[in-house]
């Protein structure tokens, strides 16, 4: 069965830092990898997906990932920390053409000091 | 309007009753999905629908029962709600369409809490 598996569940950073939530995924077969961010009250958006091609992703807000197949990986980044970038983030991989069936990690919660 | 509606948004009730949750979309997609979460866990699969007549059970289904009404309209049910069914869940839908990677987009959630 897939896992996904988040390097720490709460990432306390100050504004302005780097920010860098660690996800690794498990599926043997190419996946289609994910990061959600969800605010509070709100529901999951989408911040951005690698499903083939480039490995480094781009995605809403400032925030990129990279995927390296080596290392089974998926981490998100974004260089310049925003209070506005509080929220918890969700890494998620489907594996083949398991389309929307997605396996979540338990999720980051990203504090941002001032 | 949300693409994704999903009611009610909050619900309190009490052990043994019964509870529906239900989803409409407006965005045309025919997969649809119930996910819960739970702090600590992120977000684990109920059940899932590839189209009206196709229902499938996820990775916690015991306890639950879906019905995929319309191609828009999924909604999920808790036939006798127990405290540890309290939390977070999710509708979400997503396309059939290669190269999207079965991006699922999301409901704004139904918070329920079993007494």
């Known amino acids: 069965a897939q896992s996904v598996t988040q390097l720490g569940s709460h990432v306390s950073v100050s504004e302005g830092a780097l920010v860098l939530l660690r996800c690794n995924y498990s599926?043997?077969?190419?996946?289609?990898l994910f990061w959600y961010v969800q605010y509070p009250n709100q529901g999951l958006q989408l911040l951005l997906k690698?499903?083939?091609?480039?490995?480094l992703v781009k995605g809403i807000n400032g925030f990129e990932a990279e995927f390296k197949k080596s290392e089974t990986s998926f981490h998100l980044t974004k260089p310049s920390a925003h209070m506005s970038d509080a929220a918890e983030y969700f890494c998620?991989?489907?594996?083949?053409?398991?389309?929307?069936?997605?396996?979540f990690g338990q999720g980051t919660i990203l504090t941002v000091h001032p | 309007d949300a693409d994704v509606t999903q009611t009610p948004r909050n619900r309190i009730t009490k052990t043994g009753k019964r509870i529906m949750l239900e989803c409409s979309q407006t965005?045309?997609?025919?997969?649809m999905y119930w996910y819960r979460q739970d702090p600590g866990l992120g977000l684990r699969l109920i059940y899932y629908?590839?189209?009206?007549?196709?229902?499938n059970k996820g990775e916690i289904s015991d306890g639950y029962s879906v019905s995929r009404q319309a191609q828009a309209k999924f909604s999920l049910s808790l036939e006798s709600a127990i405290p540890n069914q309290t939390a977070l869940y999710f509708c979400?839908?997503?396309?059939?369409?290669?190269?999207?990677?079965?991006?699922?987009?999301f409901g704004e959630g139904s918070r329920l809490t079993v007494l």
């Open positions: 979400a839908t997503s396309e059939t369409r290669r190269g999207t990677g079965g991006e699922l987009f």
């Open positions: 629908s590839f189209d009206v007549k196709d229902i």
């Open positions: 690698y499903t083939t091609g480039a490995t």
């Open positions: 965005k045309g997609h025919d997969r």
């Open positions: 599926s043997s077969v190419p996946p289609y």
């Open positions: 998620a991989e489907t594996g083949g053409t398991s389309y929307g069936k997605l396996t």
